[in-house]
């Protein structure tokens, strides 16, 4: 588990430290989501990244074009739920073209898709 740090002090930091915690620090305001990455890959040997959160942080990969594949399970599955869901919430438009690359069906009648970012 990585902590991201937007506003930290150095005892703060020096805390982490002694709790044996991993930290990454990117960016003055905002994160800076390529130098994390870059950081991951660098200091951890991170080369794949799950991304498994809510659509406003997948949208806010997809807006920096950080996201190269989608898995997406699709299950036959109503819980009546009124509002509307989306897997991505961005803000402004995004042209990224992805591709079938996978399809399975699973056990349960639900379908396991992958999508590929076209070049």
Do not use: W
């Not at 305001?29 to 870059?38: A, P, S």
């Not at 950081?39 to 498994?52: P, Q, S, T, V």
């Not at 009124?82 to 639900?110: H, M, N, S, V, Y």
């Amino acid at each position: 588990m990585f902590n991201f740090i937007l506003q930290f002090t150095k005892e703060y930091l020096a805390f982490l430290r002694t709790m044996e915690i991993p930290y990454i620090v990117s960016g003055e305001e905002n994160f800076n989501l390529k130098e994390v990455l870059v950081k991951l890959r660098a200091y951890f040997g991170i080369e794949k990244l799950a991304l498994c959160g809510g659509a406003r942080i997948d949208g806010v990969f997809l807006e920096q074009h950080l996201v190269d594949e989608i898995s997406l399970v699709i299950s036959p599955y109503v819980n009546g739920d009124r509002e509307i869901k989306t897997a991505f919430e961005t803000i402004g438009r995004i042209d990224d073209q992805f591709k079938i690359d996978f399809i399975k069906k699973l056990p349960d009648g639900g379908l396991h898709l992958i999508f590929k970012k076209g070049e």
